[in-house]
Each structure stands twice: as C-alpha cells, then as structure tokens.
C-alpha cells in the first residue's frame, strides 16, 4: 500500500497534477459528476411502483405482439412453427435487447412460445391478452413487475447517450473554466519574467486591469510592483553612476598632486601610499560601474565565439601574470549568441581570480567542452582553494575567503562574473576537486532567451 502511494504520489508530481489549472479542472469536473450522480439518484428513488409497472407491461406486450406477428407469418406446419420462431427470436429479438420472461398460449392453449418463466409461482404471474394479424387473441403470461434497485437504475441510465454527452460537456465546460482562471495567471507569470529578463517595463493589457475581479487586482499589484521596482533599481544605478563619476573627479586631481610631490620626493614612503590607493580606488571605483552596467536592460545579441573570448583573456594574463603558465582545450563547435562584452568580463574576473590565487610555477587548467544542449567553461587553479563553509559565499558582492590579508581585491570579481552568465541564463558552478584549488564552472546554454 505505501509503494502504490508513493507510486501514485510519484505520477502525480511527474504528470504536473500539482498545477492550478488541473486542480481547478479535477475538482470542478468531479463536482459536476457529483452532483449529477446525486440528482439521478434523487429522481430515481423517487420513481413509483406504479409508473415502473406501466411501463414494464407495455414492455411485455409490445414484445409479446412481435412474437405473435412472427408466429402467424411463418409459412411452415404448425407443429415446425414454435422451433421456426425460436430461431427467429435467437437471430432478431436478442438484437433488441433484454429478451422478457413471458409465455404465450392461443386460444387452444397451446404453448406456442415460452422463456424463463418455469420457476415464477402461479400467484407471481400476470396476464395479458394480445391479438395476431388473424384475429387470434393469445394469453401472455408473465412475472410480475419488480422495480429493480436503485443502483441498476442509475447504470442502465449511466450507459445511455445522453449520460455520455453530458459527462464530455461537463469535461469540456471544466476545462474551460479552467482555462479561463489559469490563462491570465500565466500571463502574468511570463509578464514578470519578461520584465526580470530584460529589465524593460510594458503596460500590461487594459482588459486585464478592468475585469473587476481578483486577477484583475492581482495584475494591478504586480504593474505597481514592477513600476516602485524598476524606478527603485533605476535610480540606484543612476546613483553608483553619479557617484563613482564625482568620485573620479578629486580622485584624479588627488592622482596628478602624488604624482608632482613624488617628482621632488621620489623616495618618499607615503607620496607611495597616497598613490597605490588611488589606484585601488580607481579600480573599485571601475567595478561598482562595471556591475550597475550588468543590471541594466539587455542589448542585441550577437555570435559568441567562447573560445576566442577564453583566448584574448588568456593573454592578457599573460602579460599581468606571466609567472603563471595557463593551459587551454577548446572546442571548435563552442559558439552561441549571446552578450560578448559581458562573457568577456566574466572570462576576465574568473580567468584572473585564478591566475592571482595560484602558486608561482602552478598551471591554471582551462577548457571549453561542448556538450548537447550547453557549453561548458571549466577553469581550475592550483591555490589553496577555499573552505566548504565559505564556498556558498563567494558569489555575494564585497565577500572575501579567508585569505583576503594576503590578495588584492574587493570581492566583486566573482558577482560581476554570475551577473554577466545569469544575463545568458547559465550556471555558475564552484567546486574544490581532489588535489586541491578551486573548480569554477561556466554553463551556458546554447539557446540564450532574450
């Protein structure tokens, strides 16, 4: 019993019986057949004896009348009559349905028909009287009328075509009330993922803000939503962009004044210092623009050859680490489109976060493998890699591991690098493998969505 549960439970889940539209439709189609079960079952229990009798005699007569019909048109001896007219009930009366328990007598009584009724008491029977063609008149014996249970009933009902229709129409009907509730919550279901995709604020459709109803407040909210966040993020990004440009202003000018004190005192220790933070400031300074242009709306895409972005940061490397020797496995078949400008810097940031914590003489092991539906980026150093507990941390902004007292750096590297491969709606993935360093992998998949 709980392997068929979690069996069920199992299908339940894979088949999307979790979604509101077949909830909506599961429920309202099983109240529909509930209560036409229920109605049925009403009006059939409140069927008289005395109707259900009526109509089980006319019953019998009519079958009765056809037999008799038969019997006086066969063209045979009378005495080969009674087994032509019982093949002629095996062939055509079975093909209308339930034959009755009856016997039929003429006006001789001679038994000229008889099925089932050798059981049925003499005080349990009724009779009737029908004519042939001829004239004749025959006696019709049969049981008397018993009305059959409630649940007989309603099967007998249940197999007709008009149960049959009204089990599709009430189908039908759910689906489309489930359709209807449905379709406007997947609208905006993709309305806001249009707008986190793409950072792009559209009206949402008049006809769904004017229904009257709770979609319709639903919409409302989400549109009010969307225009306090896109004017929150806006005027945050406009912010970091004011103020990384006033900073660069007295910062600069701070530049030039080191630089002419250093020309009379070039040994001094501090002009030295005044120098290398303005260079580090310059750079946060460069990042903090860096990661608010990632935020903004998504350009035009173009054709991204992964390999020849790897390659260029590759030599950049080169030249600010070239004690680090790098190697690199491509794959020719590595190309998507995308944003290049933004993989570029992700290759850059993670590339150099790699060459910077490596040891002196250590490879940094680089390769582009494609695979069936995404393209793969690993990147490994040989470092002293990072702890578990640190590892879901790296990814926020400003985080530094453990060994932030002996690099430079701001700890943005790494959240301008998941920026720019969540804008291609890849996978950044981190890893310490057997040997030590650190793993860093880029999933992209080959399909980028706008």
């Known amino acids: 019993m709980v392997r068929f549960s979690t069996l069920l439970g199992a299908m339940y889940h894979k088949l999307g019986f979790r979604r509101l539209f077949w909830r909506v439709f599961i429920w309202f189609w099983l109240s529909s057949l509930l209560v036409m079960f229920a109605t049925s079952f009403v009006i059939i229990s409140k069927y008289s004896s005395e109707d259900y009798a009526k109509r089980y005699s006319n019953d019998v007569l009519t079958q009765a009348e056809r037999i008799v019909w038969r019997?006086?048109?066969?063209?045979?001896?009378?005495?080969?009559?009674?087994?032509k007219l019982k093949n002629w009930i095996n062939?055509?009366?079975?093909?209308?349905?339930?034959?009755?328990?009856?016997?039929?007598m003429d006006d001789t009584k001679q038994r000229i028909y008889h099925y089932?009724?050798?059981?049925?008491?003499?005080?349990?029977?009724?009779?009737?009287?029908?004519?042939g063609p001829s004239g004749r008149s025959y006696q019709v014996f049969s049981?008397?009328?018993?009305?059959?249970?409630?649940?007989?009933?309603?099967?007998?009902?249940?197999?007709?075509?008009?149960?049959?229709?009204?089990?599709?129409?009430s189908a039908l009907v759910s689906a489309l009330l489930s359709w209807s509730i449905t379709r406007p919550l997947n609208y905006l279901g993709s309305f806001s993922r249009h707008y986190a995709n793409k950072q792009e604020v559209a009206p949402l459709p008049r006809a769904l803000l004017t229904r009257g109803d709770e979609v319709a407040d639903l919409a409302q909210d989400i549109e009010f939503m969307i225009?306090?966040?896109?004017?929150?993020?806006?005027?945050?990004q406009q912010l970091l962009h004011d103020v990384s440009h006033e900073l660069r202003a007295p910062l600069a000018r701070l530049q030039v004044s080191a630089a002419l004190i250093e020309q009379k005192s070039p040994d001094s220790r501090h002009v030295k210092q005044i120098h290398n933070d303005c260079l580090r400031i310059d750079q946060l300074i460069q990042?903090?623009?860096?990661?608010?242009?990632?935020?903004?709306?998504?350009?035009?895409?173009?054709?991204?050859?992964?390999?020849?972005?790897?390659?260029?940061?590759?030599?950049n490397m080169a030249v600010t680490y070239?004690?680090?020797?790098?190697?690199?496995?491509?794959d020719n078949k590595a190309q998507l489109n995308g944003y290049p400008e933004a993989l570029l810097q992700a290759?850059?940031?993670?590339?150099?976060?790699?060459?910077?914590?490596?040891?002196?003489?250590q490879p940094v092991d680089i390769s582009v493998n494609n695979r069936e539906n995404s393209i793969v980026v690993s990147v490994r150093d040989h470092g002293p890699g990072v702890d578990e507990s640190e590892m879901s941390k790296l990814l926020q902004p400003f985080y530094r591991a453990g060994n932030k007292m002996h690099t430079n750096g701001f700890g943005l590297g790494l959240s301008i690098a998941l920026k720019a491969i969540n804008k291609h709606h890849g996978e950044l993935r981190i890893s310490t493998p057997d040997g030590g360093g650190l793993l860093v992998e880029i999933i992209l998949p080959r399909d980028t969505v706008a």
Not at 118 to 131: C, I, M
Not at 347 to 361: L, V
Request: net charge positive.
């Open 116 to 131: 089932r009724l050798n059981k049925v008491k003499p005080e349990d029977r009724l009779a009737h009287s029908v004519f």
């Open 143 to 169: 049981k008397k009328p018993q009305a059959p249970r409630i649940y007989t009933q309603l099967m007998y009902r249940f197999q007709s075509l008009q149960f049959v229709f009204i089990f599709f129409a």
């Open 91 to 104: 062939k055509k009366e079975n093909r209308r349905g339930h034959l009755m328990s009856m016997l039929i």
């Open 322 to 330: 070239p004690d680090i020797p790098v190697t690199f496995k491509a």
């Open 347 to 361: 290759f850059d940031n993670i590339i150099g976060n790699a060459c910077k914590y490596s040891s002196d003489g």
């Open 287 to 315: 990042q903090i623009l860096d990661y608010s242009k990632l935020e903004q709306g998504n350009p035009a895409q173009e054709p991204c050859n992964i390999n020849a972005l790897c390659e260029q940061v590759i030599k």
């Open 227 to 236: 225009n306090k966040t896109h004017a929150a993020a806006t005027a945050q």
């Open 71 to 83: 019997y006086e048109q066969t063209l045979v001896p009378q005495a080969n009559r009674s087994v």
